[in-house]
Every structure is written in structure tokens, then in C-alpha cells.
């Protein structure tokens, strides 16, 4: 959600998603703090993503809070040190496929509700891509104004808090 739209709805998704996981667990507040802390933490990692890779890294920070706040409530509550452990390490590794769940969603999520995200803009900027090595080679007068007003669009953006990826 962060990703796709901003910080604010990824807070809230989270906020609703750790409630119903709470209630899920015979009103737990332990599962949901647990929840609540792993996705605000997920939210606010992703937020400024500018590669596909890094959801993956969002994942692993989202499953180490969950991981750390699980032992910790582990640890009060005084469950085994065997238990608590083994809840640490499926945090872990829940984290890290959500990770990996997100960046293979995330191209149909896009495609779904007709957003662009910074990820998809970075891409259409790549120098290597096959039409731009063609305008450079065809004309590469026109791909030098190019950059050069993809430059100060940017810049101007940037001045004035507009999205400076878009604008380029």
C-alpha cells in the first residue's frame, strides 16, 4: 500500500489489519501489537522505494520487528525460550515472503487500479533501454534536448515539491 499509494493509507491498512489479526487470535493484544509494529515499520521503509529489490529488504525489517517484539512479549509473558525462538524465526521468514509476495504483485496491482509508481517511472528512465539507445544513435541531437529538459523539469519539481520523477 505504501508503495502504490502513500504513507498515510499504509498506516491505516496496517492499523485495520493488525486489529483484525488481534481479533482473529481470541482478542489478543499481544498479536496485535505485534502486527500494528511490523506494518508501520513495513510502511514507512517502503514509502520511498526506488527498486524492486528493496521490497524485499521492507519485508525482512517488517518480519525483524515482528521478530524482536515477539520475543520481547515472549519473554514477559515467560514462555520457553524454545517457543519464543521458534516464533522469531517464523516471523522471519514471513517477513521475508511478504517481500518477495510484493514485488511479484506489484506490476498487477499497478496494471489493476492504473497507478505508476517511482519503481515503474525509474524503469522508463533507464539509459539502456532499446528506443532510447535508438534515439541516440538516429538522433542525437533530440536525445541531448531530451535530457536536458528531463533535467530542468526535474529540477523545477523539485523546487516546487512536485514529484521530480514524474516531471522527468
Given at each position: 500500500v505504501a508503495v502504490l499509494t502513500?504513507?498515510?493509507p499504509a498506516v491505516i491498512a496496517a492499523l485495520i489489519i493488525a486489529v483484525l489479526f488481534g481479533i482473529i487470535q481470541d482478542n489478543s493484544l499481544s498479536f496485535l501489537l505485534i502486527a500494528l509494529l511490523s506494518g508501520i515499520v513495513g510502511s514507512f521503509i517502503s514509502v520511498h522505494i526506488r527498486k524492486r529489490a528493496m521490497l524485499v529488504r521492507a519485508g525482512l525489517m517488517a518480519g525483524s520487528t515482528a521478530a524482536i517484539t515477539?520475543?520481547?512479549i515472549g519473554l514477559i509473558d515467560n514462555?520457553?525460550?524454545g517457543l519464543v525462538s521458534q516464533q522469531a524465526l517464523?516471523?522471519?521468514i514471513v517477513g521475508i515472503l511478504s517481500g518477495v509476495?510484493?514485488?511479484g504483485l506489484l506490476p498487477i496491482f499497478e496494471q489493476l487500479f492504473k497507478i505508476t509508481t517511482q519503481i515503474t517511472l525509474l524503469e522508463l528512465t533507464d539509459f539502456?533501454?532499446?528506443l532510447l539507445n535508438r534515439l541516440q544513435i538516429e538522433a542525437p541531437g533530440t536525445y541531448h534536448h531530451s535530457l536536458m529538459v528531463a533535467n530542468l523539469s526535474e529540477n523545477a519539481a523539485a523546487a516546487i515539491g512536485a514529484n521530480p520523477l514524474l516531471c522527468r
Open positions: 502513500s504513507i498515510t515477539s520475543m520481547i514462555l520457553s525460550i517464523i516471523a522471519l509476495l510484493a514485488v539502456n533501454h532499446p
